[in-house]
């Protein structure tokens, strides 16, 4: 009944895997039956399953999917760093490419050309040097004399240049220097034209207006006013201006303003025959134009000058006005001698009444001579200075009124 055969071994139908069957149970109502294999589904077994695998395979899913979205996205890349990596690239390809076409350069500076390298600086050539020279002789040349030295100067490109001199103009020598590093923002040509601006002044009015206090200051601004006339050479990169228009006056004008304000005095060719062709007429009345503009300061050269006036008569009445002329300035009575004009022995010494009185005059002789009464103190050029002191003190002689 329960298909046992003969030998005592459970049927091929009831065998699993050749495993004994396990034994039978007695129910009462049912009788013997058989318990399902192990491996058999079974109705827990279902209910226990049914669920649980699932739910842990999502949870699997679930936490492995950030993580690999997370290894799929790219590096963020830090623009800042990027920048520094690519600033550094291009300045080592200039640096290489500053020290392969000009290998002079690092061997004479390989400090100073790195550091060019890095600033961008631009490399000045015996081109731009040509280029300046011949842009101030088309612009100029019609007041240049033809016997002038400048013709004949040398023009060289050097490395022994300060830092912060671009270019140089040494008269003594005839030469004209231009560094052969040139900042971004300014034309080398323009610099070469600047130092040529110089080697073409006139030697004449430089002699006659070096030994004023302000020399350096009319120079330069003469300089930087007429370089900036000539043929420009900039390209979009050059943005700057000359470092001279940084200098300023005491009034607050730069430099380069100084010598505009001169040339709207005298006129452009006026200031172009002085300046390059040394007219004698000319540099009178630039000088003349310049005691106005420049800051009117004490001078030994114009006390000196006044005590060779008023030798014969004059001298007390030109020392008195003088003093009047610095107080109305704004400038304090210098410390020094009279040299016997006033019966005092330094000008500091005259008292604050005596010198408010000598203002006074020193003004209304002002109003009377006009450019001749700031000549005759403050002109940069000696010879009109004596001029113009000649005809202040026979100004002075009808309508000055002696203070001490």
């Known amino acids: 009944m329960n298909k046992i055969n003969s030998t005592g071994e459970v049927a091929s139908t009831n065998a699993v895997s050749n495993n004994h069957p396990l034994p039978m149970r007695m129910d009462a109502a049912r009788g013997q039956q058989a318990l399902p294999p192990l491996d058999s589904p079974s109705n827990l077994r279902l209910h226990a399953s049914g669920s649980t695998p699932t739910a842990s395979t999502d949870q699997t899913v679930q936490r492995v999917a950030p993580d690999a979205c997370r290894q799929n996205q790219p590096a963020s890349t830090n623009p800042i760093t990027l920048f520094a990596k690519l600033m550094t690239g291009s300045l080592a390809l200039l640096a290489g490419h500053r020290v392969a076409t000009y290998p002079g350069d690092f061997a004479k500076d390989p400090g100073g050309t790195l550091w060019a390298a890095i600033n961008l600086a631009q490399r000045a050539t015996a081109e731009h040097l040509q280029t300046g020279n011949h842009s101030v002789i088309d612009r100029y040349s019609h007041y240049i004399p033809d016997d002038s030295p400048c013709y004949g100067a040398r023009a060289e490109i050097t490395h022994s240049l300060p830092s912060n001199v671009q270019g140089r103009w040494y008269p003594g020598k005839s030469l004209v220097e231009l560094s052969n590093n ?223």
């Open 182 to 404: 040139i900042q971004l923002q300014t034309p080398p040509a323009e610099v070469a034209a600047h130092e040529f601006v110089h080697c073409y002044t006139h030697p004449e009015f430089r002699a006659r207006n070096e030994k004023h206090p302000s020399w350096q200051a009319m120079n330069e601004g003469l300089t930087t006013h007429l370089t900036e006339k000539v043929p420009s050479t900039r390209r979009f990169w050059h943005s700057g201006k000359d470092a001279y228009h940084t200098f300023k006056l005491p009034s607050g004008k730069s430099w380069p303003q100084a010598a505009q304000d001169i040339e709207k005095k005298v006129g452009e060719d006026t200031l172009h025959r002085a300046f390059f062709s040394g007219d004698d007429d000319a540099i009178r009345k630039v000088s003349s134009a310049a005691a106005q503009i420049y800051p009117q300061v004490a001078s030994q050269r114009t006390e000196s000058q006044m005590w060779l006036a008023g030798q014969l008569r004059g001298g007390q009445h030109l020392a008195e006005c003088y003093a009047g002329a610095l107080l109305a300035a704004g400038q304090p009575l210098p410390g020094t001698s009279t040299h016997n004009m006033l019966p005092v022995f330094s000008y500091s010494d005259i008292s604050p009444d005596q010198a408010n009185r000598m203002q006074r005059q020193a003004q209304a002789s002002k109003q009377r001579m006009g450019d001749v009464f700031d000549a005759a103190f403050f002109a940069a050029d000696l010879k009109t200075q004596k001029t113009a002191l000649s005809m202040l003190r026979e100004d002075l002689l009808m309508h000055w009124k002696p203070v001490l």
